[in-house]
Each structure stands twice: as C-alpha cells, then as structure tokens.
C-alpha cells in the first residue's frame, strides 16, 4: 500500500476487498482525525468512498429531519433533496432499519432515479443511541455492483461514520 498523509488520497494498489476496505476506512479516518465538523466529516467519508471504490456514481447521505430523509453531503450528480420515509430505496431502508441492496435499480419498486446511469444500490441506515441518523446511499452503472463482501465492509464502514461523527440534533 502506498503511504497517504492528511488531505492527500490515493488510489488503492489493491482491489481485494481485504486491502482496498480497510485502506478506505484508514483513509476516512485520517480525514476525519482533528476535525469535529460533521458537514466537513461527512462530505470527506463520502468523497473517499467514491474516489476508493470502483464503478460508482454516486456516494452520499440522507439525514432524517422531522418526518423525511434530507439530502446531506454526497459525491456525485445534484439528487433529489427530500425523500419521504417509506419510499424509494432509501426511505424504505430507513423505514424498516434494515440494509438494502439493489442488485437491478429497474426491478425496485418505487425506486427513485437521480442519476439515469444508476443500476445497482447499496442503502445502509445509520444508528446511533438506536435513533435513526439517516441512510448511507451508494450507487453504481454496474448491475449487481455489491456482493455480500462489500455489503460486509460498507456496513462497519457506515457504523464508524454513525458513531464518530457528531451528526446535528
Ligand atoms: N435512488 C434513491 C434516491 C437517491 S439517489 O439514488 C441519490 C432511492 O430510491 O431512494
């Protein structure tokens, strides 16, 4: 692996998922480590992400306010700003708490298109306290882009982030 420093990032050597996760959450990490702003924090873990994984088009947050998913920080195309709980990919998994993974966009019911060239999704909500944050949305143009192995490391990488970033109220 090469060496990285603050607010320096470089591709991965490697794209075995044993390497390339641990390097990102090390990647994120060195981001965040001094900084205690959650928007600076959370555009950071979303723009590493998509610059470290391959084949994405979009990385990004909603956070719950009241009784909707807002748009948060994010790397990608402009998305839709409000996404009712229940609805779409995103609301349905802050609906349920549960992580979905969309292998084919078209064959979701509901889904809610931001980037045309999206075909496959990985929604992960996010805890903390056992409130619900929000959701960590990844998209991607490659059909059935995240296999159980990245859905693994996504999860621990979305846990670190709902529990190390001080999130607003
Ligand atoms: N596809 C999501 C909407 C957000 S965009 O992908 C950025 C959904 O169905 O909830």
Known sequence: MRRYHMACIYPSDSQEPELLYPYILDNIKSFL??????IANAANAAATIGFLLHDLNWVGFYLKRDNVLKLGPFWGKPAVTTIQIGNGVCGTSAETGKTI??????QFPGHIACDLFSNSELVIPLFKGGQLLGVLDIDSPEIGRFNEVDQKYLEEIALY???TIQWPQ
């Open 33 to 38: 480590e001094g900084e205690t702003d959650w």
């Open 101 to 106: 993974n969309v292998k084919d966009v078209h």
């Open 161 to 163: 982030l709902a529990e």
